[in-house]
């Protein structure tokens, strides 16, 4: 089956600085990639949704020059939590899809984020 | 707007009994519907999904889902549960057409297995 990974699995930050999480489709091309965010003992709340070589589509309420979305090439995604605050402390969880796997999204295992 | 309520937050069942899940939606038309498990440290794992035909769908891990069209509900079961079927399950939903792959969660229930 499809494989997603995320790096890193777990991250402690600074308030005020920025943290990068990556996110790759291992064994196909990802056309759209989404990003997810998980508050403990929640569902997950999608933040946005990116396409290869495209801006990102974001989620109302979800504030695009703090979380910034790439996703420059067919197998990797990236989110950056920039200036991080701990309320920004979350699970985020991403998934990848692609016109040959319709409608169906394969996730990374997730990325804990701690900001202290 | 569109919104999908698994009424359970928790459920706890005895080892070998048999495991129902529900889910309801709410939506404009029928959409796309999706079981999801999440196991801790692992991703989400998709279990079964229905797009279209025969109302009853089988997935993987021995789990079945019916969807009824009057009642919005996609409720998921399994004859008998294993102790590693412990995690927490998610409903999902997609729209039909070009947006079909934004995924809209229910709130999950988690599964508590008893030995």
């Known amino acids: 089956g499809a494989v997603v990974s995320q790096h890193p699995s777990r991250v402690i930050c600074k308030s005020g600085t920025s943290v990068k999480i990556e996110c790759r489709s291992l064994?196909?091309?990802?056309?759209?990639m989404f990003w997810y965010r998980q508050f403990p003992k929640k569902s997950l709340m999608l933040m946005a949704t990116?396409?290869?070589?495209?801006?990102?589509?974001?989620e109302q309420g979800v504030e695009k020059d703090k979380f910034l979305i790439n996703h420059a090439s067919l197998t990797l995604s990236t989110l950056t939590v920039t200036s991080a605050h701990p309320e920004d402390s979350s699970f985020y969880i991403c998934?990848?899809?692609?016109?040959?796997?319709?409608?169906?999204?394969?996730f990374g295992p997730g990325t804990r984020l701690t900001v202290t | 707007a569109q919104s999908v309520t698994q009424p359970d937050i928790h459920i706890t069942v005895s080892e070998g009994a048999s495991l129902e899940l529900r889910c309801n939606y709410s939506?404009?038309?029928?959409?796309?519907l999706f079981w999801y498990v999440q196991s801790p440290g692992q991703g989400l794992q998709l279990l079964l999904k229905?797009?279209?035909?025969?109302?009853l769908v089988q997935g993987i891990k021995g789990f079945e889902a019916e969807f009824k069209r009057s009642q919005s509900s996609f409720n998921l079961r399994k004859p008998s549960v294993h102790w590693s079927d412990a995690a927490e399950y998610f409903c999902?939903?997609?729209?039909?057409?070009?947006?079909?792959?934004?995924?809209?969660f229910g709130g999950g229930t988690r599964v508590l297995v008893k030995p």
């Open positions: 990116s396409n290869e070589g495209s801006k990102a589509t974001y």
């Open positions: 999902a939903v997609a729209p039909r057409g070009a947006a079909g792959n934004k995924l809209t």
């Open positions: 229905y797009f279209s035909g025969d109302t």
């Open positions: 064994d196909f091309q990802a056309t759209t």
């Open positions: 939506y404009g038309a029928t959409p796309y």
């Open positions: 998934s990848a899809t692609s016109g040959t796997l319709r409608y169906e999204q394969y």
